[in-house]
């Protein structure tokens, strides 16, 4: 997954020399991040002064506000390592009332680009939260219904689901294991309601017992948007990761569904 | 010509009449009837005595004098009259004279039709063209037709009467066939709608029912080789009845009729004719049914096409029978060698009585493609049949003839869609030929790896012919090796060692086993000499493909001598120290793996003529409480004693399955690299383009799995060699 550093590489090399500049300029006056200072000029079309009324009309992070993250940072943070762990975010979780298990923690960690399940270093969870737009914990548990919402977004929540894959899988693997993949699609598809959840669970538990693709983890969003639970719109050319064929198969054997003519 | 004229000049000067002499009417009518009087005489066959310059005269001067049209319509009204006259005395005819006497009048009237178009001719060539007047000669043809031919009392029976004759003739009776030419000529001549109308059309009509009726007759009662007979016979027969007396115009009209009346309306009945239909002639070999067959149905639409498919399904059925029949598959050798003589079979009918069609050709092929592939096991047993051959079934024969039966083994080839697997078994079974030594002939040999290697390519074969490298490189190393260390080896027994290299051999696991300590020394002294000068190798001894010449002697002093693998040599050797050995001892001793063990003793006990070693207790099987002796009373006819085997054999299911997975496994790789090389060249390409170019490529070797080549694709995706189009989940791209 792409970084921040990376994003903003691309961008700054489409940008023009004025533009660069305008960019430099901004940041320099501001103090704010590179990312903010392209916001606020791509939102008034690359008028400095307009990117100024824009910055400061929002409520926006100002440098003293950095120092409260600093601090809230350092409250969840490990005592010997300089990394939020599994008991800080317990500690994150209690303070904002939510479960740990509460789908909005992944949406969370997604706004913090969070490498790893249940870690956050100090720029993902800092960066995050600027990204968010709040500055306390009280700010932030205001914030959870409105981030919650955003898994209705569908443009969004693809985002948050290829998110997952990645964010949970244990760190050096390649695959996700089977278990995590199948609590993490209960997790996601129970706000997207897909009636054959738990057929797909108990195959893969049944017939695969491997570790999941991410292809195949892509890809079963695409089948989940696209194909109908009765498979009237399935076409076996439709080049779907095996997986998701045999997956038919088992429906179609079990008489989950009927075959098509 | 003028009397008189201007004064006699040297110069004889002829000068044009200019006397205009005046022709009353009377003259003309006297001139006209000296002509009418001629017709008739010309009629009544007195020519003769009538002068040809007089007449010719005559008419030349009523048309100069414009009494042209009156002489026109005189001649028309004329030979009408006497036309009319002539169908009287035709009509009056009795039975068979009713078309002599046409005929006789037709040609009288031609003869007299000529004679008056010469004395007309001066007519003919000027009042008739510039009055746009039909010409004599046609004049005449068309008066005999209106007035004759088209009579209401001739002509249905002159239609009836030859229709009758041709029917009669049809049915055995011998007609005039002079006679029926010059009528039909007479019909042609006078126009080819009057041929037509007036005899072909009814002709081809009454021929239609006639043929149609007699057909049912024959297939009521015929066996399809006889009607065929029957049908070639009228076919035959009627395009001789053209040649004689119809029209050349009716040949191709009237054997239509027959083909489609005898051939075409009951293809479908002969040919599935039970007991001789074409099925049966197939079996039986019946070469000129067949032939006749084929030409028959050729003449019809859809009739090659008809016996081809009936042929492609029987083929398909009895190969289906034969490759799935578990009869048949016990002996691999005569399962192939029945699939030759099947592809020999067929074969010859093609060339000798269907024409080499190249239809028929293919159709036998695909026929062959389809079922030969219908049983997994093909190319296992094909290899068997080559083994078998190289081993001892060419003996003596020629290098023709070797040459022969090695290329209808390649048609076989061909034929399979799996040839990577009979690449494994051939490998197996050569590397069992050559480390035997059984094999019949080095030239056989090379002959059929060439003949591999042409087919396939070189990746094909090699693998092989480093193995024959190999034998010929050990074979030197050998020699070196006693030419060397003679002295050092002294009394010990003789070592001949084959040095595979790993890659081109088939990889055999080879268990460890404890070799007698007298061939450990002179081994250990190869891998000495060996690595001394081969750096940088390893050597691993296989004892599991080893054999071994020991001399024993027996209770009452007969030595034999015996030949074994390795391993019951190392379980015989073990018996030079102890009378019996328990096979818990034997196995301690050796370390030779349970299977193979068993295997081992059961060869050297319990066989009759080669149980060298005596068991207790005397049952079949070997169980781990037995006991060994060595068989002092020991007896055999011969001195040389053959006991171990290392033949090829056909594979027992768990071997069978061993192998197939293994061939599964290589295709993956091929199968990759299949993937990114056509990736690499087209950059971009959709799923089933990526299915079909695949299979294409590899066709040569294997048929594909379209799932495993999906599976293939996802782990090249996993591996970042492809990825999904963002937009196109059904496209693929290449990462370079």
């Known amino acids: 997954m792409k970084n921040d550093a990376d994003c903003v590489c691309n961008l700054q090399y489409k940008l023009g020399k004025g533009s660069r500049e305008k960019v430099q300029q901004f940041m320099t006056i501001t103090g704010a991040s590179e990312k903010v200072a392209l916001q606020a000029l791509k939102a008034s079309d690359w008028h400095l002064e307009g990117a100024f009324d824009f910055f400061y009309s929002q409520p926006q992070i100002s440098a003293a506000n950095t120092r409260r993250l600093e601090e809230m940072y350092n409250k969840y943070k490990e005592p010997d390592a300089d990394m939020i762990m599994v008991e800080g975010v317990s500690q994150l979780c209690n303070d904002l009332h939510v479960d740990p298990q509460d789908i909005v923690m992944l949406v969370i960690s997604w706004h913090m680009k969070a490498a790893t399940m249940c870690e956050f270093t100090r720029q993902e969870f800092i960066g995050g939260l600027q990204s968010i737009g709040v500055d306390s914990i009280e700010k932030l548990r205001e914030k959870l219904p409105s981030l919650r919402a955003e898994l209705k977004d569908d443009h969004k929540f693809r985002e948050i689901y290829n998110f997952t894959f990645n964010w949970a899988r244990e760190k050096g693997q390649k695959s996700l294991?089977?278990?995590?993949?199948?609590?993490?699609?209960?997790l996601l598809f129970a706000e997207r309601q897909w009636p054959l959840l738990d057929h797909w669970c108990e195959f893969l538990q049944v017939r695969h017992n491997k570790t999941i693709s991410r292809d195949t983890w892509t890809q079963l969003l695409e089948f989940v948007k696209s194909i109908d639970p009765q498979l009237s719109n399935y076409d076996e050319e439709g080049a779907w990761p095996y997986l998701i064929d045999e997956f038919v198969e088992y429906l179609i054997e079990n008489g989950f569904v009927q075959r098509k003519k | 010509m003028s009397g008189g004229g201007p004064p006699r000049k040297r110069n004889f000067k002829i000068e044009?009449?200019?006397?205009?002499?005046?022709?009353?009417?009377?003259?003309?009518?006297?001139?006209?009837?000296?002509?009418?009087?001629?017709?008739?005489?010309i009629y009544n066959h007195n020519a003769s005595g009538l002068s040809f310059e007089e007449l010719y005269r005559s008419a030349y001067n009523m048309v100069l004098h414009k009494y042209g049209e009156k002489l026109y319509d005189g001649l028309k009204n004329t030979m009408t009259w006497r036309l009319k006259e002539i169908s009287k005395s035709i009509e009056a005819a009795q039975g068979g004279l009713f078309l002599e006497e046409l005929n006789a009048k037709w040609m009288d009237h031609n003869k007299a039709l000529q004679m008056i178009r010469d004395i007309l001719m001066y007519m003919d060539r000027t009042y008739v063209p510039t009055s746009h007047r039909t010409p004599v000669h046609e004049l005449g043809l068309n008066l005999w037709r209106d007035h004759i031919i088209h009579s209401p009392m001739i002509h249905s029976r002159l239609l009836d009467t030859l229709l009758d004759l041709i029917h009669r003739e049809r049915m055995g009776e011998v007609i005039n066939r002079g006679l029926m030419r010059s009528i039909t000529k007479m019909l042609m001549d006078l126009g080819p709608a009057v041929y037509q109308d007036d005899f072909e059309k009814p002709f081809l009509e009454v021929s239609a029912s006639f043929y149609s009726g007699e057909s049912q007759e024959f297939i009521e009662c015929c066996d399809c080789g006889n009607y065929l007979k029957k049908a070639e016979r009228r076919l035959n027969e009627e395009m001789e009845r053209v040649s004689h007396y119809l029209d050349a115009g009716s040949e191709a009209k009237i054997t239509s009729v027959v083909e489609k009346e005898m051939i075409a309306n009951h293809m479908h009945r002969l040919v599935h004719m039970e007991n001789s239909g074409l099925v049966n002639m197939l079996i039986d070999d019946k070469y000129e049914d067949l032939g006749r067959m084929y030409a028959l149905f050729r003449r019809v639409p859809d009739g090659?096409?008809?016996?081809?498919?009936?042929?492609?399904?029987?083929?398909?059925?009895?190969?289906?029978?034969?490759?799935?029949?578990p009869e048949r598959l016990k002996d691999p050798v005569e399962f192939v060698q029945r699939l030759l003589n099947e592809k020999d079979k067929h074969d010859k009918i093609i060339s000798v009585a269907f024409g080499n069609d190249k239809t028929f050709q293919n159709a036998l092929n695909s026929s062959f493609e389809y079922f030969i592939n219908l049983n997994n096991r093909s190319p296992e047993f094909i290899s068997l049949y080559v083994d078998d051959k190289l081993r001892k079934g060419l003996k003596g024969a020629t290098e023709e003839d070797v040459e022969v039966i090695l290329d209808k083994v390649m048609m076989l080839f061909r034929y399979l869609q799996e040839k990577d697997v009979f690449e494994k078994y051939y490998k197996q079974h050569l590397a069992k030929r050559l480390l035997s030594g059984k094999t019949v002939s080095d030239d056989a040999e090379r002959s059929m790896i060439v003949k591999l290697k042409t087919e396939c390519g070189y990746q094909f074969t090699s693998k092989l012919e480093g193995m024959f490298t190999d034998m010929k490189t050990s074979q030197d190393t050998m020699q070196d090796f006693y030419a060397k260390k003679a002295e050092e080896l002294g009394d010990g027994p003789t070592l001949d060692v084959h040095i595979l290299t790993t890659g081109s051999w088939p990889t055999q696991p080879s268990p460890p086993c404890n070799l007698p300590p007298e061939i450990l020394t002179v081994c250990e002294?190869?891998?000495?000499?060996?690595?001394?000068?081969?750096?940088?190798?390893?050597?691993?001894?296989?004892?599991?493909?080893?054999?071994?010449?020991?001399?024993?002697?027996?209770g009452k002093g007969q030595k034999h001598e015996l030949n074994v693998s390795t391993y019951q040599m190392c379980v015989l050797m073990l018996f030079n120290s102890a009378d019996g050995l328990t096979y818990k001892e034997i196995e301690q001793a050796t370390e030779i793996p349970a299977s193979d063990l068993k295997r081992c003793l059961q060869s050297l006990a319990c066989v009759k003529g080669k149980n060298v070693l005596r068991k207790e207790p005397m049952s079949k099987d070997i169980s781990e409480d037995d006991t060994f002796y060595f068989n002092d009373k020991f007896t055999s006819k011969l001195v040389k004693v053959k006991i171990g085997t290392v033949v090829a054999q056909k594979e027992s299911e768990p071997e069978k399955q061993e192998t197939r997975q293994r061939v599964e496994e290589d295709r993956k790789p091929q199968i990759e690299a299949a993937i990114v090389r056509i990736m690499k060249s087209r950059?971009?390409?959709?799923?089933?383009?990526?299915?079909?170019?695949?299979?294409?490529?590899?066709?040569?070797?294997?048929?594909?799995n379209p799932v495993v080549i999906k599976?293939?694709?996802?782990?090249?995706?996993e591996r970042e060699f492809l990825e999904r189009d963002k937009v196109d989940r059904k496209l693929y791209r290449y990462l370079a």
């Open chain 2, 304 to 325: 090659l096409s008809t016996l081809r498919d009936v042929m492609t399904s029987y083929l398909r059925e009895t190969g289906k029978q034969l490759v799935t029949d």
């Open chain 2, 16 to 41: 044009a009449f200019k006397h205009r002499v005046e022709l009353d009417p009377k003259y003309a009518e006297r001139t006209w009837k000296v002509l009418e009087h001629a017709i008739h005489e």
């Open chain 2, 525 to 554: 002294k190869f891998r000495a000499y060996y690595l001394g000068t081969h750096s940088g190798r390893r050597l691993t001894w296989q004892t599991n493909m080893g054999t071994a010449d020991i001399k024993a002697t027996f």
């Open chain 1, 177 to 186: 294991s089977l278990e995590t993949a199948i609590g993490m699609w209960q």
């Open chain 2, 711 to 717: 599976k293939r694709i996802e782990s090249l995706i």
């Open chain 2, 683 to 704: 950059r971009v390409l959709d799923h089933n383009s990526i299915v079909s170019e695949v299979t294409k490529q590899l066709q040569a070797r294997f048929l594909p």
